[in-house]
């Protein structure tokens, strides 16, 4: 059986994030080995002075017992990607971008010689190839028109992208913007998930 990760990041009182994990886990408990990592009760460490230096400068070998305990949560979010097959990220989307906590997730993952690499020329390489990445954004405003920018969108699919996971995105967009259509937009937003998990497994 496959293995999914499902990243969660859904802090507001009745989330419509929170809706769309639930259908997601819902319709996919049976198919697929699920692991729920909840980024409100359990947020990522941010990439400061004292965790950040070790990952980029210390040798994993000759870490402390007192440096291995400092990163133990930067260790266990990259080791969930490494094993997983899938991985669903669901979000809202915070003044066109993405959330702060959801962003350290982000730093967390993208691991230089872990989850990619760089040759002597330059040229960088996923190490996460044969993985699939699903993305459910949910945003007040309704940003499907190419002139109404967002920064969610691109940042994520391209992080995805650099450690070698092809994404795709379902949007639940103008839930604030368009109140008389927030039923058939978030229908629409599980009808997709519903498709893509047929696809999937």
């Given amino acids: 059986m496959t293995k999914t990760l499902v990243v969660s990041y859904a802090p507001r009182k009745g989330s419509y994030t929170k809706q769309l994990v639930d259908e997601f886990i819902t319709?996919?408990?049976n198919k697929t080995?699920?692991?729920f990592l909840d980024l409100v009760t359990s947020p990522p460490d941010l990439l400061l002075s004292d965790n950040l230096n070790l990952i980029l400068y210390g040798e994993e070998p000759k870490y402390t017992e007192e440096e291995k305990e400092r990163l133990s949560n930067h260790f266990m979010l990259v080791q969930q990607v490494l094993d997983t097959d899938h991985i669903v990220l669901a979000s809202p989307m915070y003044n066109f971008s993405l959330p702060a906590t959801v962003k350290a997730w982000v730093d967390?993952?993208?691991v230089i010689n872990k989850t990619f690499s760089i040759s002597e020329d330059g040229i960088s390489q996923g190490l996460c190839k044969g993985k699939k990445a699903l993305?459910?954004?949910?945003a007040g405003g309704d940003?499907?028109?190419e002139e109404a920018k967002e920064y969610f969108s691109p940042a994520i699919k391209r992080n995805f992208e650099y450690i070698g996971i092809p994404s795709e995105q379902i949007s639940a967009f103008g839930i604030d913007q368009y109140?008389?259509?927030v039923d058939?937009?978030?229908s629409k937003?599980?009808?997709e998930i519903h498709e893509v998990i047929k696809r999937w497994y």
């Fill in 143 to 145: 940003y499907s028109e």
């Fill in 189 to 191: 937003a599980k009808h």
């Fill in 27 to 29: 319709l996919s408990q």
């Fill in 33 to 35: 080995e699920i692991s």
């Fill in 179 to 181: 109140p008389n259509k």
């Fill in 184 to 186: 058939s937009i978030i």
């Fill in 108 to 110: 967390n993952i993208v």
């Fill in 135 to 138: 993305i459910l954004a949910v």
